[in-house]
């Protein structure tokens, strides 16, 4: 069995601070987050709406977090105008949706992982910026998608009421026909011009 490295020798000892989200695909988001949120009583904290990321033929999605407790998320995808199981698209979708990720806490922890695994046979494949943290991905041995994300800056109370609100317009729009990216984003304005409708009515006549 070969040595474990000593604190004093590996720039890494203890750096990694566990996990900061599982993820999954998602393919019924209204029974979703009423399990998760409404059940189980799991706050939604953050999500990202994500319109025309990855390649050509990527469909649109968005990501959305829940609270598990010390630090800890589960999040889900969900992928506009893909049907499960009736899709060419799904294995793929299913390969890079299902993915832990491990939280760092620097750039310097994150870039130093990114050297390690670039000097490996396993590669960083991808290195990207996304509206709250900095991640790097990589396929395991096992074929497995792994993340290495660090914060970029603090979630805000700002942030939980729009993840709010953006599930509330999945779950609207979940429910038509066809639901698109597109329509998402109208119904979450919709209900954005609602509540803050609501709010000056509060302060006109308070």
């Avoid at 603090?154 to 698109?180: C, K, Q, R």
Wanted: proline letters at 7%.
């Amino acid at each position: 069995m070969s040595a474990q490295p000593s604190p004093e020798r590996d720039p890494l000892a203890h750096t990694v601070r566990g996990v900061d989200h599982a993820a999954y695909p998602t393919f019924d988001p209204r029974a979703t987050i009423t399990f998760y949120r409404d059940v189980l009583g799991f706050p939604v904290v953050h999500a990202t709406c994500a319109l025309g990321w990855g390649p050509g033929d990527h469909p649109d999605f968005i990501h959305f977090f829940f609270d598990i407790g010390n630090g800890d998320r589960l999040a889900f995808f969900y992928y506009f105008g893909v049907e499960p199981y009736r899709d060419t698209a799904i294995p793929e979708l299913l390969h890079r949706a299902r993915h832990l990720a491990i939280h760092v806490d620097s750039e310097e922890h994150l870039l130093e992982y990114r050297r390690r695994l670039d000097a490996s046979d396993w590669p960083c494949e991808l290195q990207v910026r996304h509206e709250t943290v900095e991640s790097i991905y990589v396929t395991d041995p096992n074929g497995y998608l792994m993340e290495i994300t660090r914060p970029l800056r603090a979630i805000t109370p700002e942030d939980d009421i729009d993840a709010n609100v953006s599930v509330e317009a999945l779950m609207a729009v979940a429910g038509e026909e066809d639901p698109t990216l597109e329509k998402f984003f109208a119904r979450k304005a919709a209900l954005i011009a609602e509540r803050y409708a609501g709010e000056a009515e509060l302060v006109t006549f308070a």
